[in-house]
């Protein structure tokens, strides 16, 4: 059986992608805060914060691999 290559860390790096979806979701968020008010804004609003609880779990994990934790995901 063949070694398979490794991705590029272009490809498996995850951070650029929350952030952006992060700010997509801000900008909704102050958007409809000003057109509207409701589920919209919560909708907004929980995009918002699942986007930082995101970029901890990618901090977090990045700090475990540092630390050599056997259990941390290697990126």
């Known amino acids: 059986?063949?070694?398979?290559?490794?991705?590029p860390k272009?490809?498996?790096d995850l951070?650029?992608?929350v952030i952006v979806g992060t700010?997509?979701?801000t900008v909704?968020?102050?958007?409809?805060?000003f057109t509207t008010s409701?589920?919209?804004?919560?909708?907004a609003l929980a995009g918002f914060v699942l986007g930082?609880?995101?970029?901890?779990?990618i901090l977090w994990q990045r700090a475990a691999a540092r630390r050599g934790s056997k259990?941390?995901?290697?990126v």
């Open 23 to 25: 700010t997509i979701w």
């Open 71 to 74: 259990s941390a995901q290697r």
């Open 52 to 57: 930082f609880v995101g970029l901890a779990i």
């Open 38 to 43: 409701g589920l919209w804004v919560q909708t």
């Open 1 to 7: 059986m063949r070694h398979t290559p490794e991705l």
């Open 28 to 33: 909704a968020l102050v958007v409809l805060f």
């Open 10 to 12: 272009r490809l498996t």
């Open 15 to 17: 951070t650029p992608v």
